[in-house]
């Protein structure tokens, strides 16, 4: 069963606790520090931005998981401490270090993360001093309460559960999410922290994320940015008594990796439908191509068009600029009289032109929607991809002109 759109339903995962305080980083009446802690004997995985300046957490994390299994996930909005050099490094080791005296583990034990403003010092003692409240608070039912806490630019907290059956033992996926701009594939800009109460290797663990996180998460695209501090965790504690997920193969491994799929799908469309500004929520489908990467190549030229995005946020039945997109997504050797276009049910281009039965209250009257299907034929092949976006409205500008102010 999966919950959707009711974070009053986020399942507690057995072996996880989460506690949340306010540091004040950049406003005191929220919490902005959250502490995830994992229990003894669980397994890891986690993928990460590819931008060349990521941040010292990324690389710290990265790090640190590569040593050992992690004991905690610290995670701070409000300040990304990236675009610090030496000194974001030297910064997010204190915080660490910190949490690890307080906590009685080792440093190497802590996961950083952290979500912000690019290019400001962290704040280590205000850090330093949440940290005990964090630890007081754990407790297994603070999901809603660490998805709050993790937001920075979000109108709403992200968050998804699924119960599935592996070999008749109930297992349990719970997801939180932030992110609403600078949103871009490997990853898209966001944080996502998810746990199962399934026993699973970590390298079957970090295969199931792999496979999930490329079919979601970077798929969606608000902007075209990629931020310097994307992150995707995820976590297995072993208590459900299922057992063990081993290999990647199997029923077992197979139930967990579709489950796994759908939660982060889940996740993913919300960040698109919190889009920055977003008032209209856009799947990009293109089939009949000869790979699924050339799909993809012209689902992502389409839905970052900033030409075809505003046409939608005037649900304007502009077609021509999607056509024109898709005409320079980079296919050479595209053959236009094989392609056709449709706004959800309507046709507007049949064999490269507009088609004949085509009109624009036909047109205008999809582009009313809230949710609307781009669907593109190549007409060259079998393979097909979807990307999800959002249009881009005066609030896009004026949330990120004024975001550090």
Known sequence: MGHQNDLSVLVPVEGI????????IKRRDRDDITLIEICEGASCAGVFTRNRFCAAPVEVAREH?????PCFLLINSGNANAGMGRVGLENTLATCQHLAETAGCGAVRVLPFSTGVIGEPLPVSLIQAAIPKA???LSPDNWLASARAIMTTDTVPKGYSKVICIDGHPVVITGIAKGAGMIHPNMATMLAFIATDAAVDSTVLGACLRHAVERTFNRITVDGDTSTNDACVFMATGKAGAPRVEAMQGPGY???KAAVTEVCWHLAHAIIQDGEGATKFISVQVEGGRT????LQVARVVALSPLVKTAFFASDPNWGRILAAVGRAGLDDLVIEGVSIHLDEVCIVRGGARAEEYTEAEGRRVMARRDIAITIALGRGGARATVWTCDLSYDYVRINAEYRT
């Open 17 to 24: 606790r989460l506690g949340t305080a306010s540091a004040g």
């Open 135 to 137: 630890l007081n608070a």
């Open 65 to 69: 998981l590569q040593k050992t299994d």
């Open 292 to 295: 699924e990467e050339e799909c």
């Open 254 to 256: 197979e139930v967990l």
